[in-house]
């Protein structure tokens, strides 16, 4: 038996609000599936699809797992995703290499350093 690592689902009180901001981070093309799912498509070698689902529930605590971006230029992403409306989130982190930042519905997620 084996495994592929097929999609990366995550609730949504907005699904097609949350789905289209990824979108224009990641700069990748989204669509709504049979179900009434956003899909966001990763290029050839980018990874597993993302999958939002809408959920009535708003988010409340930390994540437990979360997505780590590495970038050329790390503040100019940090600035561009700020931008487009992320916030910087203390999570306890302290001085770090990497960026905490939340997308608009509080979904923590890290920028990390260019060279780590």
């Known amino acids: 038996m084996s495994l592929t690592f097929d999609e990366i689902c995550i609730d949504a009180h907005d699904a097609?609000?949350?789905?289209?901001?990824?979108s224009t981070v990641l700069g990748w093309p989204w669509g709504i599936d049979a179900d009434g799912d956003v899909v966001l498509h990763a290029p050839p070698g980018a990874g597993p699809k993302w999958l939002f689902i809408a959920v009535p529930d708003d988010k409340v605590v930390k994540n437990r797992i979360h997505l780590d971006f590495r970038p050329d230029?790390?503040?100019?992403?940090?600035?561009?995703?700020?931008?487009?409306?992320?916030?910087?989130?203390d999570i306890g982190q302290g001085r770090e290499s990497w960026v905490v930042l939340a997308d608009p519905e509080g979904n923590e997620f890290c920028i990390l350093a260019a060279d780590d």
Do not use: T
């Not at 230029?73 to 989130?89: F, K, M, S």
């Open 16 to 22: 097609s609000a949350l789905g289209a901001w990824w």
């Open 73 to 89: 230029d790390q503040q100019a992403e940090v600035d561009r995703v700020v931008g487009l409306g992320a916030r910087h989130v």
